[in-house]
């Protein structure tokens, strides 16, 4: 295991995203999937997203790759993916097509949770490798080739040569996952993207894959955005981490102040709803009250008005604010009760 | 439930050398080329009241014990003895008609919760099909029963004629513990009841079948790959490797006093949510064997160093090691204990 990283985010982050917005116009009315998400992604760091289904976690990164499809639409945000020397920086938001195939597989690339699903069932795993490679490096079909099977070696699957004339069915999951992190390093990505990258796996599996990616981290300096909603593998690879509530992050900052330090309701219930060790045998785990709100019928202003016993009812409208703690530690406030402190989900108790 | 004193065996199911053997047949003649040992003798009891919690990988055997103790599946050798005030019964051995009443007693919640649900049906026709499969043909009398059992498991009586896409994941979990309580069961096989669902709505539903078996009494095989939930629930936890029980014991011995470098490798390979938790990962096993490819004898054979002849061949060793922590042993290095997978190894 790779021992954790804890320095300062000294340098200037890789992918700065700000005010991102998607909705998705369905014949039942808008859902606001994303309202307002920044995020800050730091070179050779990994920035841990986490929340409950319909959050909007895999819709931000989607965006970040725009890859919305209708009838869902980013509406409004910037997302600069800057060049090493921090100088120059392109926003993915405004890209063309053929800029955006650049973007696309070759400065950012996405590992997806299901690794069957994900490869083509009618294509060997080499040809799928090695397209990807031909595609965003100069190279020609015999040093993709090459290169495809040292990236095997380097994930660890034995019998490389063997492994690219196979179909992604004739792979274990483990190993399909494998050959998925292959392929979106081997164009050599300056952030990678991993959506649920071991839920369906059995843990020890999942265990080794999340040491595989620590250990590629530390070889090749990519970042990473790890989205998951299980704490434990946050825990074990990020080092910022974002807590997201019905498309908004509620909390963000460095994984020991989130975790150690949580300030936001949300965040509190979150962590301490999974049994830990200190949990004793047959105790009942507190849990987060009310219901999460349907989509379409996600109320405006605080998000946790349904949970909120409070009364104000400029709360009805009044947009949330975030507020910055401590250095780089930033938690979503309900705006009408920030100054008085009056509701029950002003992140500090009444 | 009054019956219960009338009962002498405190154990609710029984499970004596349990064998589940599926042929590999190849070519035009369906020639018999191989076994998969899905189950491999496996015994143990769901004592009244308990919860036992089955863990392991993905094709280890859990899902295909739970199969044959409710019948799902014929098992190929072995007894599943099932008490209740009428005496022993032996689902393994027992002919289909002699089975139907006993099935009342024994119910499942499915893993997944958007498939295990009729999107045709209504919640009502849901929760009540168990009662008018089972002779209740009054409909009021199965309304009063459904409004009972909705309210009991935490939704509201008038969700009766809604139907499950206007639920969310975790009350559909919901009517599907409610449809599994229609009957009164004494046992409730749960198969990663909570897997699908988000870790907020997982604690809602593990505390919800705690709550319910306090207040029903009810039986648990509580079958999960997820070991920290298991831990919380189950009174008593079986692990499994292909087939076999590698080791058995209360929640505390399989994660305090673990004995088994499996059970050990297992119990490190689980992310932890504390920050400043410094891991110790044990030693990953290597890819795992193909299922076909085991023999009768150790397991853990491809991960061992210095595999003896014998090895190969003699069947492994259950053994009782304190009352109630059972640890499989490799025989052949039982006496000598020299096998890097004899479980003391490390400790001596």
């Not at chain 2, 599926?22 to 191989?34: I, N």
């Not at chain 2, 198969?191 to 988000?198: I, R, T």
């Not at chain 2, 207040?215 to 079986?238: A, K, P």
Request: charged share 25%; with cysteine.
């Amino acid at each position: 295991m790779v021992t954790k990283k804890q320095k300062e985010n000294i340098e200037p982050p890789l992918l700065e995203v700000r005010d991102l917005q998607t909705y998705f116009y369905t014949a039942d009315g808008i859902v606001k999937a994303v309202d307002g998400v920044d995020l800050n992604v730091y070179p050779k760091k990994t920035l841990g997203i986490v929340g409950e289904s319909g959050c909007g976690k895999s819709i931000t990164t989607k965006s970040i790759l725009r890859l919305i499809d209708r009838p869902g639409r980013i509406i409004n945000g910037t997302m600069n993916l800057y060049d090493e020397t921090h100088e120059k920086s392109q926003d993915i938001a405004t890209l063309n097509s053929s800029e955006l195939k650049k973007v696309r597989g070759g400065r950012i690339s996405m590992i997806f949770q299901e690794p069957m699903t994900s490869f083509s069932p009618i294509h060997t795993i080499g040809n799928q490798i090695t397209e990807a490679i031909t595609l965003h490096l100069d190279h020609t079909k015999k040093e993709a080739i090459e290169l495809a099977e040292d990236w095997l070696i380097r994930v660890g699957m034995n019998n490389p040569k063997q492994r690219l004339k196979q179909f992604a069915f004739e792979l274990s999951g483990g190993q399909r996952q494998r050959a998925m992190i292959a392929m979106a390093l081997c164009t050599n990505p300056d952030v990678l993207i991993a959506d649920e990258p071991t839920t369906a796996l059995d843990v020890t599996t999942q265990a080794q894959t999340l040491d595989l990616l620590n250990e590629l981290q530390e070889k090749n300096g990519m970042s990473i955005i790890m989205i998951t909603h299980d704490l434990g593998v946050i825990a074990e690879l990020a080092d910022d981490v974002n807590v997201m509530y019905l498309g908004k992050v509620v909390e963000s900052g460095s994984l020991q102040e989130v975790y150690k330090n949580p300030i936001h309701p949300y965040t509190k219930s979150l962590l301490s709803s999974i049994p830990s060790l200190a949990t004793k045998h047959r105790e009942r785990l507190p849990i987060l009250q009310g219901t999460i709100p349907h989509p379409v019928a996600r109320p405006s202003g605080c998000n946790f008005q349904p949970n909120c016993k409070g009364d104000n009812p400029e709360c009805l409208n009044g947009e949330p604010i975030i507020i910055e703690e401590s250095a780089g530690h930033n938690v979503l406030y309900c705006g009408p009760c920030y100054k008085e402190h009056k509701c029950a989900w002003y992140p500090r108790g009444v | 439930m009054t019956t219960k004193s009338k009962i002498k065996n405190d154990n609710i199911v029984e499970i004596n050398n349990l064998k589940k053997y599926y042929s590999l047949t190849s070519g035009l003649l369906k020639k018999v080329s191989g076994q998969i040992r899905a189950v491999d003798d496996v015994s143990f009891n769901i004592p009244r009241g308990k919860t036992i919690g089955l863990v392991g990988e993905s094709g280890c055997g859990k899902t295909t014990i739970s199969k044959c103790i409710l019948r799902a599946i014929d098992p190929t050798d072995g007894d599943i003895f099932l008490n209740n005030e009428d005496g022993a019964h032996n689902l393994a051995k027992l002919s289909e008609s002699d089975l139907r009443p006993l099935r009342k007693e024994m119910q499942m919640i499915f893993q997944d919760p958007f498939s295990s649900l009729n999107p045709r049906m209504n919640l009502f026709d849901i929760v009540s099909e168990p009662l008018l499969l089972n002779g209740v043909k009054n409909r009021t009398e199965r309304q009063d029963r459904v409004e009972e059992l909705l309210v009991k498991v935490g939704l509201r009586a008038e969700y009766m004629i809604r139907f499950p896409h206007a639920f969310s994941g975790g009350q559909r979990q919901r009517i599907g513990i409610a449809r599994a309580l229609a009957l009164n069961p004494a046992l409730i096989v749960c198969d990663e009841p909570v897997s699908g669902l988000d870790v907020s709505v997982q604690a809602q539903v593990i505390n919800l079948l705690m709550d319910l078996q306090d207040e029903l009494g009810l039986s648990y095989l509580f079958v999960s790959h997820d070991l920290s939930i298991v831990r919380q629930i189950s009174d008593q936890i079986n692990v499994m490797y292909f087939g076999r029980q590698v080791e058995s014991g209360t929640p505390d011995e399989i994660f305090n006093q673990s004995m088994h470098p499996y059970t050990k490798t297992l119990i490190s390979a689980i992310p932890n949510p504390d920050p400043d938790f410094k891991k110790e990962r044990q030693p990953i096993l290597g890819d795992t064997p193909n299922p076909s490819d085991i023999a009768s004898g150790c397991n853990f054979l491809s991960n061992c160093p210095e595999p003896k002849e014998e090895c190969t061949t003699s069947t492994p060793l259950f053994i009782e090691d304190s009352p109630g922590h059972s640890i499989l042993y490799c025989a052949p290095c039982y006496d000598d204990h020299k096998c890097a997978w004899y479980p003391r190894n490390e400790s001596q």
